[in-house]
């Protein structure tokens, strides 16, 4: 059982590693399609902005919540809420949770199109007309991605610390003053650095892994199901190891 998985993982690096060869062979050819990758742009981040910032005020608003919750009976000054918030917002929070929302949105809504076309025999269409597929399908969702997710970060950071500091005002923990003035204390421009590289390592890993997905469909309905699935499952988990990874190769 336990070699039968591996070797089920190892095809799937393998087959993946492929298919990202097929991707940069045709970037070049992808150029051709502006249009398209200003569609998906639109679509991945803009379409995909509402649903990032709720998220993102929620968990301002949470980590404020808990943050002075644990601190309540400590003898450090309420500025330190902030000073615990905002780092943690910034390099945390801001990217991988919009990262595991949006593997769940457009992970599946991409694995879900283009499998549907594949097995609808849409793509062997597109390549009988002479385009690559690749070029046309994949490249301008994974240059959107790149693109996108760094914007969508930039956004979340802002509106998850805002959110903590109102959200802590209103609740009574601290002002937002007082909030602002712990932020600034420990704040260090770096650590924004660090949170748009993962959100550009996130981009690229959902909207990759979901086109691979997609393109690799087989069995009709039932394909493109398990296709979807899987494209939100492997996402989500690549993430959480690529966050690893990269905090201990940048921090």
């Known amino acids: 059982m336990i070699r039968q998985r591996l070797g089920h993982v190892l095809h799937g690096v393998g087959s993946y590693s492929l298919f990202m060869a097929k991707g940069i062979s045709a970037s070049r050819e992808s150029?051709?399609?502006l249009p398209i990758i200003f569609k998906q742009m639109v679509y991945l981040g803009v379409n995909s902005t509402p649903v990032v910032l709720i998220a993102s005020v929620?968990?301002?608003?949470?980590?404020?919540?808990?943050?002075?919750?644990?601190?309540?009976n400590s003898f450090l000054s309420t500025d330190t809420i902030g000073a615990v918030v905002v780092p943690t917002l910034i390099l945390e929070m801001a990217a991988l949770l919009?990262?595991?929302?949006?593997a769940?949105?457009?992970?599946?809504?991409?694995?879900?199109?283009?499998?549907?076309?594949?097995?609808?025999?849409?793509?062997?269409?597109?390549?009988a007309m002479g385009l690559n597929s690749v070029a046309y399908l994949v490249i301008p969702r994974i240059l959107a991605g790149i693109v996108m997710?760094?914007?969508?970060?930039?956004?979340?950071?802002?509106?998850?610390?805002?959110?903590?500091?109102?959200?802590?005002?209103?609740?009574?923990?601290?002002?937002?003053?007082?909030?602002?003035?712990?932020?600034?204390?420990?704040?260090?421009?770096?650590?924004?650095?660090y949170g748009l590289a993962k959100s550009v390592v996130f981009g690229f890993l959902i909207t990759s892994i979901a086109c691979w997905k997609g393109l690799?469909?087989?069995?009709?309905?039932?394909?493109?199901?398990?296709?979807?699935?899987e494209a939100v499952v492997v996402s989500c988990v690549n993430i959480l190891i690529a966050d690893y990874v990269l905090a201990e190769l940048l921090l």
């Open 31 to 33: 150029l051709k399609h």
């Open 58 to 72: 929620f968990a301002g608003v949470v980590l404020t919540l808990q943050t002075a919750y644990q601190l309540e």
């Open 98 to 102: 919009p990262g595991l929302v949006l």
């Open 104 to 127: 769940s949105r457009i992970g599946a809504s991409i694995a879900a199109e283009l499998g549907t076309m594949k097995v609808t025999e849409q793509v062997d269409a597109l390549e």
């Open 149 to 193: 997710f760094p914007c969508m970060y930039v956004a979340s950071a802002i509106v998850s610390v805002m959110a903590g500091a109102i959200g802590g005002d209103v609740m009574g923990y601290l002002t937002t003053e007082a909030f602002i003035q712990g932020a600034r204390m420990w704040f260090v421009p770096v650590d924004a650095v």
């Open 216 to 229: 690799t469909t087989a069995g009709g309905a039932d394909g493109v199901g398990k296709s979807t699935t």
